[in-house]
T-cell receptor, first 107, second 113 residues
């Protein structure tokens, strides 16, 4: 049973394209996090959301609590955006993670 | 601030050996947690703590022990290593889990032979 589902699993884009990664969850949550993991393995937090929308540079994250769905958008994608993007939900005491979306941006 | 410091980065054990993975944070976070990351399975919670003296099990706790004697430190102990514990381990901390970002250590690549 997967509490968090992400799509797509793999994504290849041309530089400059608009990218969307989706996350659906089945548990009650108090927050949703988007994480980025580069090939070196380190994990960095991009956003923490409990409602609405957040923007940081070319990255935008949205959440719809009623539909239990979140999206991560990357505008004007760049090769340095190539990484694995992970959705994580916090239930109030535990985190559950999606298996990640592997993004490759080709110059 | 150093953030979350996790050691060691690499470790090779023989079956049956024990070891402790260290995790320390200097952000005065209440919430600390340990995860293992296996190919195709995503991060899975081993144990977590919501404050000093308080720990609880996550999804995959068997074979691991934790303690939280101080706010800063949250070590993970492998009691008797098994090949099934070969994985990449991450420690993470947050103030509460739902009021700010989650901060990760750099990871430990563990191989059990």
């Amino acid at each position: 049973k997967n509490e968090v589902e992400q799509s797509p699993q793999n994504l290849t884009a041309q530089e400059g394209e608009f990218i969307t990664i989706n996350c659906s969850y089945s548990v009650g949550i108090s927050a949703l996090h988007w994480l980025q993991q580069h090939p070196g393995g380190g994990i960095v937090s991009l956003f923490m959301l409990s409602s609405g929308k957040k923007k940081h540079g070319r990255l935008i994250a949205t959440i719809n609590i009623q539909e239990k769905h979140s999206s991560l958008h990357i505008t004007a994608s760049h090769p340095r955006d190539s990484a694995v993007y992970i959705c994580a939900v916090f239930t109030g005491n535990q985190f559950y993670f999606g298996t990640g979306t592997s993004l490759t941006v080709i110059p | 601030n150093a953030g979350v410091t996790q050691t060691p980065k690499f470790q090779v054990l023989k079956t049956g050996q024990s070891m402790t993975l260290q995790c320390a944070q200097d952000m005065n976070h209440e919430y600390m947690s340990w995860y293992r990351q296996d190919p195709g399975m995503g991060l899975r919670l081993i144990h977590y703590s919501v404050g000093a003296g308080i720990t609880d099990q996550g999804e995959v706790p068997n074979g691991y022990n934790v303690s939280r004697s101080t706010t800063e430190d949250f070590p993970l102990r492998l009691l008797s290593a098994a090949p099934s514990q070969t994985s990449v381990y991450f420690c993470a901390s947050s103030d509460r889990g739902d009021n700010e970002k989650l901060f990760f250590g750099s990871g430990t690549q563990l191989s059990v032979l």
